[in-house]
């Protein structure tokens, strides 16, 4: 497996010994079955990422420009905007992922209990796994709004007199509104995948600890913790490299300056001035490595972590 | 648990709402006026709808179709080379879509597939195919072939082995990858943005598009017509979502 150790290992009857393929005719027998999705990744995914790349660096046929620089690269780097969006974007997805994921193994640590209601509660807790994110955040753009719904329950209150006197949770510096809608979203995300997990290990373990005297806390950390945490990793993962790239949520919950950084890349690219373009590409091309770097110092942070 | 479902309230009364000016908690004045629009028949709504289940459904069909295969390669075998399938399989989800369309759209214009249907199916094929493949991986890990040696002792052939055998076996996981691949196609906005180049406008699109007008009532009835599907395929696959061999597990061994 890519991340961590395999959670099967858990399940008391070991599975059976993989085939594994010798002769050429077997060979030949998986190219064929991995062929189609690969190559979907190979032409569509991969290809575009070159030609991202390659067009980062200045190569744009099109406008009769073929020579290769980093120029592109240099004028992002001299901008304060670049910066300003790079922050923004780091704090949206850290925060985000660090609510849901508590959020998330809380939730799951409750609905793996025995409770009447217990399926409703799943339930619930499925249901925005397919609400699209721009559903999400129109539903967090009329609650917070300053003449939202929750303004108008402070009005009733008499905490505020004005829609002025809200405070700005929407399009605000803080991105609040947009990591308000990560969190409902994600904490739903992260808990169906922690929930499987913890299901799939079972209670069998934190018995065993139980009988020799482990303590509630004791049989979270040193038994169940370690189990899940791989599903938790992964998870999390999955989270943080979506709040970090994703473009419509902060384009309709977010202010105009700084926007988050895949919103500026888009602003580049749409730009009636096609010497934009590469700059465009520069600063996708960064996000992308940026997610990978940023994943591979978590992968090893939390392995030292979960030891 | 409140909380999860809050955002859904005001989207429910803002879409019959006449007047509903700060601070009255409820509308003061009630219409289905966004209602008639949003199914009337010069509305953009029902193109858009139509555009939208046509290019989720080929989506999901496609990745269904090439994900069965690829899952059972991953799941099944043991071969050289396989941690680099896997992570070039997983790595689709985890770099984040920009740059590859960014990238990608000026091929497209040249080869005519900009501003079309299949062109827009081919890049939502992008962030799909993974979860398929992952979670068809994870259930073809549980899946035991050797039923399949019997049947075929038994004289069965191979489509009467897949019909009768591993079709069974592996729906929970084909049921539950559908869910992800149409769900993910069904939400998609800015592949669709930029490779449908405005000519293949989209629910998700159409939604924006009315969020900022600021037609709160328009902008809450296509809401709730854009979640409907996706809740109608929750009810069905629910079952499917959680317990001790959830398919979803396959999520949680990246």
């Known amino acids: 497996m890519l991340f961590g150790q395999d959670i099967r290992v858990a399940k008391l009857p070991a599975n059976k010994p993989k085939a594994q393929p010798q002769a050429w005719g077997d060979r030949l027998k998986l190219i064929l079955m991995l062929g189609p999705a690969l190559a979907v990744i190979l032409f569509l995914f991969m290809g575009?990422?070159?030609?991202?790349?390659?067009?980062?660096?200045?190569?744009?046929?099109?406008?009769?420009?073929?020579?290769?620089?980093?120029?592109?690269?240099?004028?992002?780097?001299?901008?304060?905007?670049?910066?300003?969006?790079?922050?923004?974007?780091?704090?949206?997805?850290?925060?985000?992922?660090?609510?849901?994921?508590?959020?998330?193994?809380?939730?799951?640590?409750?609905?793996?209990?025995?409770?009447?209601?217990?399926?409703?509660?799943?339930?619930?807790?499925?249901?925005?796994?397919?609400?699209?994110?721009?559903?999400?955040?129109?539903?967090?753009?009329?609650?917070?709004?300053?003449?939202?719904?929750?303004?108008?329950?402070?009005?009733?209150?008499?905490?505020?007199?004005?829609?002025?006197?809200?405070?700005?949770?929407?399009?605000?510096?803080?991105?609040?509104?947009?990591?308000?809608?990560?969190?409902?979203?994600?904490?739903?995300?992260?808990?169906?995948?922690?929930?499987?997990?913890?299901?799939?290990?079972?209670?069998?373990?934190?018995?065993?600890?139980?009988?020799l005297g482990a303590n509630r806390w004791q049989r979270f950390r040193y038994v169940l913790l370690p189990l899940i945490m791989p599903g938790i990793l992964s998870a999390s993962i999955l989270v943080f490299a979506f709040t970090f790239g994703a473009f419509e949520v902060p384009l309709l919950l977010g202010q105009r300056y700084p926007s988050a950084l895949p919103v500026l890349a888009y602003r580049y690219y749409t730009d009636v001035d096609l010497n934009f373009r590469s700059e465009a590409m520069a600063v996708s091309v960064i996000i992308s490595a940026l997610v990978m770097m940023l994943i591979f110092v978590y992968i090893r942070l939390s392995r030292r972590i979960s030891r | 648990m409140v909380g999860l479902l809050l955002p859904f309230l005001p989207l429910l009364l803002w879409s019959v709402s006449h007047r509903w000016y700060f601070p009255a908690i409820i509308p003061t004045e009630w219409s289905w006026r966004a209602w008639g629009y949003v199914f009337g028949t010069n509305s953009q709504v029902l193109p858009a709808l139509g555009y939208s289940l046509i290019i989720a459904l080929a989506t999901t069909l496609v990745s269904i179709i090439i994900g069965i295969p690829a899952g059972r390669a991953m799941g099944l075998y043991r071969f050289r080379g396989q941690s680099v399938v896997r992570f070039l399989i997983l790595a689709p989800i985890i770099v984040p879509p920009l740059a590859v369309a960014m990238g990608i759209h000026i091929v497209f214009i040249r080869y005519g597939l900009a501003n079309t249907l299949p062109g827009v199916v081919l890049v939502h094929l992008i962030p799909v195919t993974p979860y398929v493949v992952l979670i068809m991986a994870s259930v073809f890990a549980n899946y035991n072939p050797e039923y399949e040696a019997q049947a075929r002792s038994l004289g069965a052939g191979p489509g009467q082995v897949f019909r009768y055998i591993a079709l069974p076996a592996i729906l929970p996981g084909i049921i539950v990858s559908g869910l992800f691949a149409f769900i993910i196609s069904w939400s998609e906005y800015l592949l669709t943005l930029l490779i449908g180049g405005g000519q293949v406008i989209t629910l998700p699109l159409l939604l924006f598009s009315f969020a900022n007008s600021g037609d709160n009532a328009l902008t809450a009835a296509l809401s709730l017509i854009f979640i409907g599907p996706a809740i109608i395929f929750l009810v069905l696959t629910s079952r499917y979502l959680t317990g001790r061999h959830a398919a979803v597990g396959g999520m949680g061994r990246l």
């Open chain 1, 48 to 211: 575009g990422l070159s030609l991202a790349l390659v067009q980062s660096l200045g190569y744009l046929p099109f406008i009769g420009r073929t020579e290769l620089s980093f120029e592109a690269y240099r004028t992002i780097l001299s901008r304060e905007e670049f910066y300003r969006s790079l922050l923004l974007s780091l704090w949206i997805s850290l925060v985000s992922t660090g609510l849901a994921t508590g959020l998330a193994v809380g939730a799951a640590l409750a609905l793996r209990q025995q409770f009447r209601g217990r399926r409703w509660a799943t339930f619930i807790f499925q249901l925005n796994i397919p609400i699209p994110h721009l559903v999400g955040a129109v539903g967090i753009l009329f609650l917070f709004s300053q003449s939202g719904f929750m303004a108008r329950l402070a009005y009733l209150g008499q905490l505020i007199e004005a829609p002025g006197d809200f405070p700005a949770l929407v399009f605000d510096a803080y991105a609040i509104g947009i990591i308000l809608e990560y969190v409902w979203k994600s904490t739903c995300f992260i808990g169906i995948i922690v929930l499987a997990v913890m299901q799939s290990v079972g209670e069998d373990y934190e018995q065993a600890a139980q009988t």
